[in-house]
Structures are given as C-alpha cells and as structure tokens.
C-alpha cells in the first residue's frame, strides 16, 4: 500500500477501506505522509466524499494513531463536544454537574477558532490553572474529583492533529468527513461510554442554516454510535451570545453566579440541563430524558456542582478557594464603556459572528496562532432578541485594555445589534434532537 493508491481511490469515488485508512492515518502521525499529499488526500475527501463506512474508518484510525485511554472507575465515562459559539460556556457548567451526577468527565477540550471562544481559554483565565497537566495528572482529577477540563497532549490523535493544520492550508476545512472524524477521533480516545454533541446553528455558529447543521448532527451521531460510542445531538440556537457575557474571565464570573445561584443565566442552564439528560441516559444513569436533566437541575441547585468545580480548580492549580473569591481571583480590564441604544425599539436580530469578532480584536482570541490571548477583556449585559431598549439604554459593556480598543468595540457591537418596532420571535435554544435512532 502506498499514498498513491490510497489518494487515489477516494478521488475515483471508491471510499476509505479500514486498512487504508489505519496505514494513512500512521504516516500522518509518523511523518512518512508528506505535506503535499496529506493535502491531496483531504482535496480528495472534500470533492468525493468517503461516505459512512469512510468516516468511521478513518475515525477509528485516527483514533488509535496515538494513545487510546481505558479507565477502571465505579462509573460511566462521558463527555460534551461543542461546535462553538459566542457566549457559550456550558462545559463549564456541565462538567461539575455531571461529575456530581456519578459519571466521570475527561472533558478534552481546545482553545478559541476563528470568532468563537475556547474553553481552555476560559479555564486558564483562572490564576495558576493548568490545561495542559498530561495524561497521568488527568487520570488523577478525573478519579479523585470526577471531572477534569483539560487540553489534549501529543499523544492524544497525533494523526487528527496534523491532517488539520492541513485542512486549514488546503481549503478543505469545510468537509462533513473531515469535520466528523476530526472532532469524534480526540473525544474516542479519551475512552468514552456515551458523548453528547452541541451542534451550534445560526449567525455565531460555523454552520449558519439548519441544514448544515442537521447534517453535520447525523454525521457524528452515526459516526460515533458505528465507532462504538452511545451518541446523540441537539441542534441548539447561536443566532445570538447563549450567555450575557462573551470574553474568557466575564465568562467564568457568569458561569460561578449561575453555579453559586447569585444570578442564574437560564439560558446557559437550560443548555447545559438538556445536554447533562441526553448523556446521563446514553449511559444508563438516568431512566429517561426528563429524568437525567433533572438530576443536573439538582447538581446545579444544590451547590454540589460548584463545591466540584473548586475542588477541580484547585487540584489542577488554581486558587483554593475559587468559589468563594472568584470576584477577586479572575483579572479585570482597566477600561470600560456603555453601549447606548441609538433608539428605542425591539432587538431584532444579533450578528453573534461580529461579536465574537469583536472580542477577539479586543485581544480575547486570536487574530493568528501565536497571539497571547487577554483574560480580562471582552462584552458583557449583552441585550437578547425581543428585549425592548430605550434610547441611551446600555445595549452591551465593553471591557477593554486601551481606549482605542473600547472605541472599535463599541462600534462594532453597535453594528451588530438590529433594533424595530415591532417585537420579534425569540428563537428556540433547542431546535432538534438527533438520537442513534434517528440514523440507525
């Protein structure tokens, strides 16, 4: 077998055999595949498609390119894959209240793309917190605390990681197969039992439409229940910010009001209550859907997912005593401004996309790979569809570190906010479930 014949089959429409794909997915992980035709092989991909049976092989090849985790836990091993949004910090949440529910949480997750945050950066926004701890340390926190939100390490799906740098030089980013086996080969390796997937659609979402989006679901569903993993998918709504806040540490502080109910997101909490049922049930430990958010309501309302978010915090680094003083823990932006309504009116429509742009030109992303990212900065009381503004009434904060900055973002929000006269429809947060029996 060679590169040649591999490269050439997919682009002849003949698929992915599981052997190929096992032998392709070592050379990218050992380097023997070269740059050129790495890009070829996704081209290919991207143009002919590899259809169900090619997902799942080279899912399962770029799985076990690098290492496969087993767990001896008294537990189901879950997780949550997002596909990312503005606002969107519901794996902070839903770790602790799973964990508090008994399963375990290896929550392998990655940093901020394009205009959409990370909930890595998130969690490093928190003083002495490390992401990045190694497999052993991930074990540990995972066994003694129940959840650990940690970054992948070079030996989780080397192969994933070098096909997508790949993807993003070759244009071929946009690909369903390449998406599908690139999301679901890191979260298999963490030797998961049941996954739930967040398929975020609208403005702030990479899938703008619901056909897209729908499309993108039943691919990971399917992909992952043949691969082995009991999976299901909400399409849930990023027409606007899912949280009031949108910047790495304003993230956090409305993440530990809602987990310390000072002052509960419901949005964030109706998200993170849907997705903890859909897992909860794939893995036996709840009877049913209604049953399974119900326990996450509990874990959340009781304090008892908080108490394991400090105890996760701590063992990874951060301050002891996090829940109590978050306010004083997480770093502040030295300048901040009012975004005045221009009119009275409804909020009609958001472009999630240009607030997100927005933080991260405020220095809350990336603009390139190797920019250091803020903590402190970003937007916060962000106005939601249908809410009635008043003239001069705050429309968003930002919270920047120069006054040039704050000037742009405040431009920038004003631009993306759409006022009218009339009261508009709230969109759902959930539009669609996709179970394994919906692509069996």
């Not at 400090?310 to 951060?318: D, F, H, N, T």
């Not at 009381?381 to 742009?408: N, W, Y």
Request: contains cysteine; negative net charge; hydrophobic residues 45%.
């Amino acid at each position: 077998m060679d590169a040649r014949s591999v490269i050439m089959a997919v682009r002849d429409g003949k698929g992915l055999a599981p052997e190929a794909a096992q032998w392709f997915a070592r050379g990218l992980a050992n380097g023997s595949i070269s740059d050129a035709q790495a890009g070829s092989f996704a081209m290919a991909v991207l143009l002919k498609g590899i259809g169900a049976d090619g997902r799942v092989a080279l899912t399962e090849a770029m799985r076990d390119s690098g290492q496969v985790m087993t767990w001896d836990l008294p537990g189901p091993v879950v997780d949550k894959h997002s596909t990312g949004g503005i606002g969107d910090s519901v794996s902070l949440l839903l770790a602790p209240a799973l964990a508090a529910c008994g399963v375990y949480v290896p929550m392998i997750s990655g940093r901020g793309l394009g205009h959409t945050g990370g909930t890595l950066d998130k969690m490093e926004a928190i003083p002495g917190y490390r992401a990045l701890p190694g497999i052993e340390a991930l074990r540990q926190v995972v066994k003694d605390v129940g959840c650990a939100i940690v970054g992948a390490t070079d030996e989780i799906a080397p192969a994933d990681r070098r096909l997508y740098g790949i993807r993003d030089i070759s244009g071929t980013v946009e690909s369903i197969d390449l998406i599908t086996s690139s999301i679901l080969s890191k979260k298999l390796a963490a030797g998961l039992g049941a996954l739930v997937l967040d398929v975020k659609v609208g403005s702030g979402a990479f899938m703008a439409n619901i056909e897209d989006a729908r499309a993108l679901a039943q691919s990971l569903v399917r992909t992952a229940n043949d691969a082995g993993c009991h999976t299901s998918a909400l399409i849930t709504d990023m027409s606007q910010s899912l949280g009031h806040s949108a910047g790495n540490a304003l993230e956090v502080i409305e993440v530990m009001e809602t987990l310390t109910g000072t002052s509960v997101n419901e949005a964030l909490w109706d998200v993170t209550s849907a997705l903890g049922g859909e897992v909860l049930t794939l893995a036996g430990k709840a009877a049913n859907l209604d049953e399974g958010a119900a326990l996450i309501d509990h874990a959340l309302e009781s304090g008892r997912a908080a108490e394991i978010f400090g105890r996760m915090v701590g063992a990874l680094g951060g301050p002891m005593d996090f829940v109590e003083r978050y306010p004083d823990r997480l770093p502040s932006a030295p300048v901040f401004r009012i975004v005045p309504s221009p009119r009275d009116g409804y909020v009609a429509r958001v472009n999630a996309r240009a607030l997100g742009e927005a933080v991260v030109h405020l220095g809350g992303g990336r603009l390139v790979g190797t920019d250091r990212v803020n903590p402190s900065v970003g937007l916060s009381g962000l106005a939601v569809i249908g809410e009635e503004m008043q003239r001069g009434e705050p429309i968003a904060m930002v919270h920047a570190s120069t006054d040039d900055k704050a000037d742009a973002a405040v431009q920038a929000v004003l631009a993306a906010y759409e006022l009218t006269g009339k009261m508009p429809d709230e969109p759902p947060l959930i539009h669609e479930r996709i179970g394994p029996e919906d692509v069996a």
